[in-house]
């Protein structure tokens, strides 16, 4: 197993998978079956390639087919404007691909959900929040009337792929939910859905990765890929 090009939060070394500990909201999350354990421990025992399940996915696209793994950072928080937190991508990796290099932004789920939509986060009226999603549905270029019931979550996340890409003048960003929730029960997947279709780019089953949309020069996919926690996965080759 090799984390050498494994980083965490501002660019450290990973050495092992519990480096990530520091970085979560709680030591609780550093469990089991939960999504922060089983993220982590998916990448490194990847040794260097991208999971398994992520690289099924983007094989699905023949613009980023031969997808391989160049750097990866758990934990990377974004700047998104002046209003508020940065986002907190649980890995935000580049790979190179047919088409180029391209930005691949991973929010892991078991059965978590993506937090609340727009209008309950809205209704909390913290200072702001007005200029906050306004920013984000000008860089999405989504309905303003239309995102009250999306997932807040996802739009920040979205936002923050585009913006890495942008600064790192990379053309491509894919948003990618690595779910280790039972293939039977998908949670979160309907949220997720939604949200895609409100882009313009459907994702309808899990395993397939949805068309491009352009949003500031920058194209952007969707995409899930459905993992398996570390017990039920069979043992790299």
Do not use: N
Request: with cysteine; charged share 20%.
């Amino acid at each position: 197993m090799s984390g050498a090009c494994l980083f965490i939060g501002d660019g450290v070394p990973m050495v092992a998978a519990e480096d990530v500990i520091p970085f979560l909201g709680r030591p609780s999350h550093w469990t089991i079956g939960r999504s922060a354990y089983e993220t982590a421990h998916s990448w490194f025992d990847a040794a260097g390639r991208l999971p398994a399940a992520l690289a099924a996915l983007l094989a699905t696209d023949p613009a980023l087919a031969g997808a391989a793994l160049e750097r990866a950072t758990f934990e990377k928080q974004t700047r998104l404007d002046d209003f508020g937190r940065p986002s907190q991508t649980d890995v935000l990796a580049e790979i190179s691909t047919a088409s180029g290099p391209a930005i691949l932004a991973v929010e892991a789920k078991v059965d978590e959900t993506f937090g609340p939509t727009v209008d309950e986060w809205r209704a909390e009226g913290s200072a702001g929040k007005a200029g906050r999603l306004a920013g984000l549905v000008a860089r999405l270029g989504l309905d303003p009337h239309a995102v009250g019931p999306l997932r807040y979550q996802l739009l920040h996340r979205s936002a923050a792929a585009l913006i890495e890409a942008g600064a790192a003048g990379i053309g491509d960003a894919i948003l990618v939910v690595q779910s280790f929730s039972p293939p039977g029960l998908r949670a979160g997947f309907a949220d997720f859905r939604t949200f895609t279709e409100a882009m313009g780019v459907p994702v309808r089953e899990p395993g397939v990765l949805s068309g491009a949309v352009e949003r500031g020069g920058t194209r952007l996919r969707f995409g899930w890929a459905q993992d398996a926690i570390r017990s039920e996965r069979a043992a790299p080759a």
